[in-house]
């Protein structure tokens, strides 16, 4: 069932950020989402999580309206890394991953000994366990963005969207966590919808890409597909080569100064 | 909401700082009822107390007759006040401080304190009499600081609210700050005109903005209790949602908070409390801001436990500083002056020490 786009519009103001766009996604797979700053990519995530109520047009979600499902239904279907996090309040790693497992646990009880399981789990596979209890605030920027990647995984939804988290990663830990991201959709048939600035990385890690531009599908489609050089001279306006990388088993980008 | 539930809840060790500082503040009450002009023995306000609670007479024997009354109708009553409002600026402060997200808001922040002085000016200035017929004379001034703290919210609230935000950030904190000094400069020049205006009564109105307890009676424990009381509850109630609108709205939305309700929903709660507050006791500084910021330094941000136990720290706080300005100094200072004397050091004093050791705030 996946969502189910129908021809929806966003604008703030005059400027229409999303315009009348039209898109399936398949539930169990692994979407890249790439375009320019200001394309409206972060707008289209914010759609998908019902963050923003569409202007015009229909998002549906497993068959249901997503305006039709509630906030705490859909705290539970749908996770969201945001793109830039911070926060002012010296909370310890440990309480803001538990806070992805609030969703799931009635508002006044004590978490119960399986979503500490489920902390501690994802807390080791996310490399933040060593700093559990050392506060958010004194974490440096790679390490916080990897504590909120813990919440949203803590959160165990079925949808997991990624607003260009892996931005305060080094490659190591880009590939980590995308390696997360990928494990749930391989053997728990998870959706992961990201957007990625790092084309080569996206080439890698998604089985479809959605190219935006200026608040369009530009281009969509496999990434063997629809990764080619009119497709980044198109979206970007740069001249590119793109070839089959055998060692990364996928195509890979290259520009020129 | 029961107390069983409130307590399962928060954990142990809070349940014990709660209940440490609910005997401290008993013990606060009984011993400052006891100081005083006049002093009498802890054993006797005991009694005193007893024998009204029950109903029993018998305590009273043997026991001067004016004790029960400065006992029971002088002293409590501010005492009560002084506790109740203590607790309700620390509520409203830690409210405040997790909505707009700055570890230094407080319950003033959004102008409410300026908009009950302006009413309350209002009324001195022209001596407004709206409860000729009915009740006491004296009960206009509160009731035009409250209009007035209320008129400021929902304008404050109107001015930050824009179109764009209102589908994507709700009301953003930077928005709701602005507008709330924006509003609190114009008032304060309008006071300032009122004060020009007021002649004779500008004593008047200058001592009633520098706060005081001396003239709390019973009607006015009954009013702050019930609305702090109510007050506490709401925002025990979206304790947890509070903790999650720190991780930022849109998050807190992805984590399933409905942002704008819960912001508007305690926004309204925490400014009804602190124009409550306001209204019976004048603006006392310094209590809604530091009480939950020192209280943050042993609970942690967390707001379900910071919430309850600034409430009873903050009681505990303004009654002792009431209580220092009533029996210890030799002559009564106004409260709010005395809590600014002593917040506005001490703030600095922490404030510094924490950017030294490079913490932050």
């Known amino acids: 069932m996946g969502f189910q786009i129908k021809k929806m519009s966003f604008s703030y103001g005059d400027n229409k950020v999303i315009d009348n766009v039209s898109l399936h996604i398949e539930p169990g797979r692994f979407y890249g989402i790439i375009g320019p700053n200001g394309c409206g990519k972060s707008t289209f995530l914010d759609l998908l999580s019902s963050h923003t109520k569409p202007a015009a047009g229909s998002v549906f979600f497993m068959g249901k309206d997503l305006a039709k499902y509630s906030k705490k239904a859909l705290s539970r279907l749908i996770a969201l890394v945001p793109q830039n996090f911070y926060i002012n309040f010296s909370f310890t790693a440990r309480e803001i991953v538990l806070m992805g497992r609030y969703p799931h646990i009635p508002k006044f009880s004590v978490p119960a000994q399986q979503d500490m399981e489920i902390i501690d789990d994802v807390m080791q596979k996310t490399e933040t366990y060593q700093f559990k209890n050392r506060f958010i605030t004194e974490l440096s920027g790679g390490e916080r963005q990897r504590v909120v990647f813990a919440r949203a995984l803590a959160q165990d939804t079925d949808v997991l969207i990624l607003d260009e988290a892996t931005s305060n990663f080094d490659i190591n830990h880009s590939i980590r966590m995308l390696n997360l991201a990928a494990r749930g959709v391989e053997k728990n048939g998870k959706t992961v919808i990201t957007v990625l600035q790092d084309i080569n990385l996206a080439a890698i890690f998604c089985e479809y890409l959605i190219f935006i531009k200026n608040g369009r599908i530009a281009a969509y489609g496999k990434t063997n597909e629809v990764l080619n050089a009119n497709t980044i001279k198109s979206v970007f306006n740069v001249d590119a080569k793109v070839y089959q990388d055998s060692y990364s088993n996928s195509k890979q980008v290259v520009f020129k100064r | ?361």
């Open chain 2, 1 to 361: 909401m029961s107390l069983n539930i409130l307590s399962k809840t928060i954990t142990n060790s809070t349940g014990v700082h709660l209940i440490l500082l609910g005997i401290f503040l008993f013990v606060a009450i009984i011993i400052s009822s006891g100081s005083g002009y006049i002093n009498i023995n802890f054993a006797d306000v005991f009694k005193i107390i007893a024998s009204k609670c029950t109903g029993n007479k018998d305590l009273l024997e043997g026991m001067n007759k004016i004790f029960s009354v400065i006992v029971f109708d002088v002293r409590l009553p501010r005492i009560l006040t002084a506790a109740i409002v203590g607790a309700g600026l620390s509520i409203s402060g830690a409210v405040f401080q997790g909505i707009l997200l700055n570890p230094l808001a407080d319950p003033y922040t959004l102008g409410v304190s300026a908009g009950a002085a302006f009413g309350a000016s209002i009324a001195i200035l022209f001596n407004i009499n709206l409860f000729a017929f009915t009740v006491n004379s004296s009960c206009s001034v509160p009731v035009f600081a409250f209009t007035g703290a209320i008129a400021t919210l929902f304008f404050v609230i109107f001015l930050a609210s824009s179109n764009s935000s209102a589908t994507r950030l709700g009301l953003s904190s930077n928005n709701l700050i602005l507008s709330g000094i924006i509003v609190a400069a114009i008032l304060s020049a309008g006071i300032s005109f009122l004060k020009y205006l007021a002649d004779e009564q500008v004593s008047i109105i200058i001592f009633w903005l520098m706060g005081s307890f001396a003239s709390s009676g019973w009607p006015d424990v009954q009013l702050t209790l019930l609305f702090v009381c109510a007050g506490f509850l709401i925002s025990f109630f979206f304790a947890r949602d509070l903790n999650l609108m720190a991780l930022g709205n849109r998050t807190a939305s992805s984590l399933g908070v409905d942002t704008k309700k819960v912001t508007l929903a305690l926004l309204v709660t925490a400014s009804l409390i602190a124009a409550v507050c306001v209204s019976v006791s004048g603006i006392i500084g310094f209590v809604g801001l530091l009480v939950p910021h020192m209280t943050r330094a042993v609970t942690g941000p967390d707001n379900r436990k910071l919430i309850p136990v600034s409430m009873m720290v903050g009681a505990i706080l303004l009654l002792c500083a009431d209580t220092l300005t009533r029996a210890v100094l030799p002559s009564e200072i106004p409260i709010g002056v005395l809590t600014a004397l002593i917040g506005g050091p001490f703030f600095c004093y922490i404030f510094k020490k924490r950017q030294m050791s490079g913490t932050g705030i």
